[in-house]
């Protein structure tokens, strides 16, 4: 994992886990979707590396658009209202949407965003994630395509981030408590 495997605590999933899985989750995504490729929607930034290795293993034309958001609040985790910094280029009127996050943590992003995206007249909205913390949830999310379920702790690496940092991991770690404490 790079050269910070000391900030560290363990390492989740290895690139190789990583690639295994979104290989496995592609295989049901073309399945889905052979009639139609879907419009893939990723979340900046945490889901940069999973939509980059999930279209390129994907056989489907499947086309990129891009969101950025932010939550609003005090700061340290999602308040659940969201501002949109980056809108789709996209006019989703009709579209299949398949929607690529990186993490659902509470769950408040894509609630927002599952809500947003479905009021604009997509013919569907699903979720593919590659991570989520069941006991972190504060809102059930129907995901269609998930990874892993992880433990509630702070992970990073393979587009997660903790103050911008550990992005660049090819793997999924959980970071030692000296880096943050
Ligand atoms: C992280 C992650 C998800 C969201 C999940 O993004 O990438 O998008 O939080 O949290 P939730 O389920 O509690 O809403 P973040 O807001 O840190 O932005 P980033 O993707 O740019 O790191
Ligand atoms: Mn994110
Ligand atoms: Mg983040």
């Known amino acids: 994992l790079n050269d910070v495997a000391s900030d560290l605590k363990q390492v989740l999933f290895t690139e190789e886990q990583i ?24 979340v900046l930034k945490g889901a940069v590396m999973v939509m980059a290795d999930l279209s390129r293993e994907l056989k489907l034309d499947a ?19 969201v501002r949109i910094l980056k809108d789709l280029d996209a006019d989703l009127t009709g579209r299949k949407v398949l929607i690529v996050e990186d993490i659902i943590d509470s769950g408040l992003t894509l609630s927002w965003l599952l809500g947003n995206l479905r009021s604009r007249g997509a013919a569907s909205v699903e ?15 129907d995901v269609r395509y998930l990874g892993f379920d992880i433990p509630d702790e702070f992970v990073v690496g393979y587009g997660l981030d903790y103050a911008e940092r550990y992005r660049n ?13």
């Open 19 to 42: 690639h295994e899985k979104i290989a496995e989750l592609c295989r049901r995504i073309e399945a889905d979707y052979a009639d139609e490729p879907p419009l893939l929607v990723g």
């Open 63 to 81: 086309p990129q658009d891009w969101m950025a958001v932010s939550s609003y609040g005090s700061g340290t985790k999602s308040s659940g209202v």
């Open 127 to 141: 979720v593919c994630a590659l991570l989520r913390k069941p006991d972190a949830a504060k809102i059930e999310i």
């Open 169 to 181: 991991l090819r793997g999924v770690g959980i970071l030692a408590p000296h880096v943050y404490s």
